[in-house]
Structures are given as C-alpha cells and as structure tokens.
C-alpha cells in the first residue's frame, strides 16, 4: 500500500500508522492505536523483570586462626546464602607473618568447599590475591529447596555418635520410666 493511502486509512479509523520493521525491503508499518501499543509493550518488559532473577554475591571471610565455632557460624551462613541462590565469596585474610603459613587458609577454604559440596559446586578454585586467599562458591544448577530466614538450616545430626554424657543421662531416664514407682521412694 502507498504511504499517502496508509496514512489517510489509519485518520478515518482514528488510529496511528505505526513503522514495525522500518529495515525491511519495502519497510512493514502497521495502523494501530499507538498508546495501546506502548502500554502493552511497558507491561511486558514489567512482567519479564518481575521474572528475573539477579544473583548476589555475599562474602563470609576468615582468618588463618579461625576457631571451630565461628567457622561453623560462618559456614551455616553460607549454606543458608546458596539455599536462597546467592554466590558465597570465602575469603581470608593474612596479615604480617600470617603470609608465611597460607596453608592454614587453603585447609580452611578446603573444609568449607568439603562442607558445603551438596549445595554448591566452586566456581573459581582457591587463589591469592594480594593479602588475601579467596575462593567464589555458586549455587548447584539442580532444584535447590530455599530456605527462609525463620527455618534452621541444622547439619544431619543422626550420623554422628551420641556425646557420652548424653547417652548416660538417657540411659538413667529409660531406667526411671521402667522401674516401678514407689510413692515413698525419693530420687
């Protein structure tokens, strides 16, 4: 169709002529209400932002004399941060002569990759940079249950051997519920 018929087609149905592919050989244009159009388009690229998902990087970071409980503080962390889909950055740093023994930050960045291996595969190996040794861990591409900030995420503790004064003191409670009870008997 000519430009000049197009254009006077699209004023007697009171809507706009609108230049779709204008690269094409002859350039496609089609008459719609233009404001719709735009509307429509706003309202798409709106549903499709809602869908992405953007991943962050959160940074847990130790230092070669870390002790036990606050690596497993930290390491609890980093579970929970993988279960929501966020990258872990574990980093440690070294200061004055700490440098002279890095091997105690790669064997805390190797029991922390070991650690969170079912949830989170690494995705740069440990290095140094400057005075700091740090490895990045991404979440598994799998279905990950998420975990929400009001659940805990505990290690299995089923596995484990029962601590001996645990045992003991459930021992003495099995006792107590077997044996009979006297009303003059006192504990």
């Not at 197009?6 to 204008?22: T, Y």
């Not at 690494?122 to 005075?131: D, L, Q, R, S, T």
Request: charged letters at 40%; a positive charge.
């Amino acid at each position: 169709m000519d430009t000049r018929d197009a254009i006077q087609e699209a004023r007697r149905r009171g809507l706009d002529l609108v230049e779709i592919s204008p690269n094409g050989h002859p350039p496609v244009c089609k008459i719609i209400d233009y404001g719709k159009f735009l509307y429509e388009q706003k309202k798409k690229a709106h549903e499709a932002k809602k869908k992405q998902v953007t991943v962050q990087v959160k940074e847990i970071k130790f230092r070669p004399g870390t002790d036990d409980h606050d690596y497993q503080y930290r390491m609890e962390h980093a579970r929970q941060w993988l279960g929501e889909g966020d990258k872990v950055r574990a980093a440690i740093a070294f200061r004055g002569r700490e440098m002279s023994h890095r091997e105690l930050g790669a064997k805390i960045l190797k029991r922390l990759t070991q650690d969170l291996l079912d949830l989170a595969d690494i995705e740069v190996a440990p290095k140094m940079e400057g005075y700091q040794m740090f490895t990045i861990l991404s979440p598994k591409k799998a279905k990950i249950p998420t975990v929400t900030k009001h659940t805990s995420v505990a290690p299995n503790r089923e596995d484990e051997p029962e601590k001996p004064k645990k045992a003991a003191v459930k021992k003495l409670i099995e006792k107590a519920k077997e044996e009979p009870k006297d009303d003059d008997e006192i504990f």
